[in-house]
């Protein structure tokens, strides 16, 4: 046995000697192909899914990918709308090459990219993916002192200014939102910078959604405004100096703790918020407020800790990094997190709690049309349907437009989305009635199925929810509700006139309670027996038509400023703190 063993081995041998090795530089008697070179691209979006916003009608987009292959990498070339853009041949390693700089202004709608690798074996791979640029309306804070808004729907923009953030590593996002289409979704060794000009002053605010993932690292730098720290010889894990500007950041174990440090100039101090996250927390929204003498933290709109401090000292914090304390605060471990973050903010201005609380609400926002001069919700960023011919005022009550109604005008828009088992709304309003007494505000039916239809429109009020007038001289507000069976009205006490002015309509809708308030105050409650949406598939804003126009419910010739829904019962607290 031993004998044929050996005597099959050198057969084996021989036949290696025969026939040669295989040349992996070179085949020879194979026709097996190499993979190639290997496309990794990290902006735009291989998926298709990147969405470059701007008011202007061009805009800039950075192109960030690399190309590996075992062999070498021969030429990459870039082109964009079919248009070469870069050709690239010669390469300081040609086995790994990374671009993270190719900027290139795009107009208005869909562009296509694609980038062509060939390697030293003439294997030649090729990646093609879509974007699109969309013009935005400027944005108009919304808060007092808003000063900075990245809201992170797809892209890394500051909408106030319309610039973009510095991206370092690969940072992403995530559908998984508090807020809108996007948020921000870290990754190892990934941030972004943006600079501070115009952002820091005496008072200074920020506040965020923050949805915790610790895979165990228990520290992470969340927001850096730090100094350059000037050690020489620097700490050894990195530059670390507190004396100046601010840090937010965490530490812990499972249980994490949200931590503020501030700078005086000479000196630090650090507040520690009492409530501890961890990976099961979910979305919470974090704020904190300095002045000259305090810091505080807040979480979900509760005071959290508050710290004395002698003073804040932006000297030499020119730069700020979001979601890491790289490059300036790296001292005790404090790299990127690889959590989520939304609606990120800052202010110049120490926020009061109301404030924060507002901030909170924004949370549970699900529509938003500001009518500043446009009839866009901001949030899935899609235009109502116009009917008729609305118009706008600058005497508004928030922004720079209202909404002005018109004889057989109103808007339309689908609800998709939009409606829930609990639903808030919130819009101010200002009443204009000429006559005729009557007319619908917002209006979310079911199509009337009557046969025949009555005589003067349809009137289905068993599904949805219908917000109308009526009256004479005094208008009261008055909120309908649908259970699928039948409905029930909720009239508010205080009445309007045309010599109200603005004036803040709020209403609430759970399964067994519709509350309507006006300025803050509630006017009426009612018991209900539950909330039923089928068929309500569109909603009309300052009209009743086309599915609410029974008891003449027509178009609003009011204004009406600040539209948005909730998917939550807001508390008056929070009706309160949307006003103030």
């Not at 248009?83 to 090459?97: M, R, T």
């Not at 500007?245 to 949200?258: D, H």
Request: charged content about 20%.
């Amino acid at each position: 046995m031993k004998n044929k063993t050996f005597k099959y081995l050198g057969l084996v041998f021989m036949a290696i000697l025969t026939f040669g090795c295989q040349n992996l530089e070179q085949p020879e008697f194979s026709d097996f192909l190499y993979d190639g070179p290997v496309i990794t691209l990290s902006t735009p979006s291989p998926s298709g899914t990147t969405v470059v916003r701007s008011k202007d009608p061009i805009a800039s987009i950075t192109i960030k990918f690399q190309v590996e292959d075992d062999l070498g990498i021969a030429n990459i070339t870039v082109k964009l709308d079919d248009a070469e853009i870069a050709n690239l041949n010669e390469f300081a390693d040609s086995k790994l090459v990374i671009i993270d700089d190719l900027t290139k202004e795009v107009s208005t709608g869909n562009h296509t990219l694609t980038i062509t690798a060939t390697d030293t074996n003439d294997v030649v791979v090729t990646e093609t993916t879509t974007f699109e640029k969309v013009d935005t309306p400027p944005y108009i804070p919304i808060f007092d002192g808003e000063k900075f808004y990245m809201p992170f729907d797809g892209d890394f923009s500051e909408l106030i200014s319309g610039n973009s953030a510095n991206e370092f590593g690969t940072p992403g996002f995530t559908t998984a939102t508090k807020v809108g289409t996007g948020a921000y979704s870290g990754a190892d060794d990934a941030y972004l910078t943006y600079p501070t000009a115009g952002l820091l002053g005496n008072e200074f605010s920020g506040t965020f959604w923050y949805n915790l993932n610790n895979p165990g690292t228990n520290r992470a730098g969340i927001l850096t405004i730090s100094a350059p720290d000037l050690s020489n010889p620097l700490p050894a894990n990195g530059q670390g100096n507190r004396n100046f500007g601010i840090r937010v950041f965490r530490e812990g174990g499972a249980n994490q703790s949200i931590r503020l440090n501030v700078g005086n100039g000479t000196g630090n101090g650090t507040a520690i918020a009492a409530r501890q996250l961890t990976n099961t927390s979910g979305w919470v929204h974090i704020a904190f407020t300095i002045n000259q003498s305090r810091a505080r933290i807040y979480m979900d709109g509760v005071l959290e800790r508050e710290t004395t401090i002698t003073g804040l000292d932006w000297t030499g914090c020119d730069i700020m990094s979001i979601m890491s304390g790289a490059p300036r605060y790296l001292i005790f471990n404090h790299k990127s997190d690889l959590s989520a973050m939304d609606e990120l903010r800052f202010f110049d201005k120490e926020l009061t709690q109301n404030e924060v609380l507002k901030s909170v609400v924004q949370g549970s926002k699900k529509f938003d049309m500001p009518f500043n001069g446009n009839y866009l919700e901001t949030i899935s960023k899609t235009d109502a349907t116009v009917i008729g011919t609305p118009t706008f005022t600058t005497a508004s009550k928030e922004g720079s437009n209202a909404y002005v109604g018109a004889d057989d005008a109103y808007l339309t828009f689908p609800t998709a989305g939009l409606l829930s088992d609990e639903f808030s709304g919130a819009f101010w309003y200002n009443l204009n009635n000429p006559g005729t007494n009557r007319a619908g505000i917002l209006t979310i039916s079911a199509p009337d199925l009557s046969n025949p239809l009555p005589a003067n429109g349809q009137g289905n009020r068993n599904f949805g929810i219908r917000v109308f007038r009526e009256g004479g001289a005094s208008q009261s507000i008055r909120l309908n509700v649908g259970n699928g069976t039948g409905n029930g009205t909720a009239i508010a006490a205080r009445q309007l006139t045309n010599t109200s002015g603005w004036v803040h309509i709020a209403f609430t809708i759970s399964q067994t309670k519709a509350i309507v308030y006006l300025d803050g105050v509630l006017e009426r409650e009612i018991d209900i027996t539950g909330l039923n949406w089928t068929g309500c598939d569109v909603m009309s804003i300052m009209s009743g038509a086309p599915r609410y126009l029974i008891f003449n419910h027509k178009s609003d010739l009011s204004s009406m400023d600040a539209l948005a829904f909730y998917n939550k019962v807001l508390s008056q607290t929070e009706i309160q703190a949307l006003i103030n």
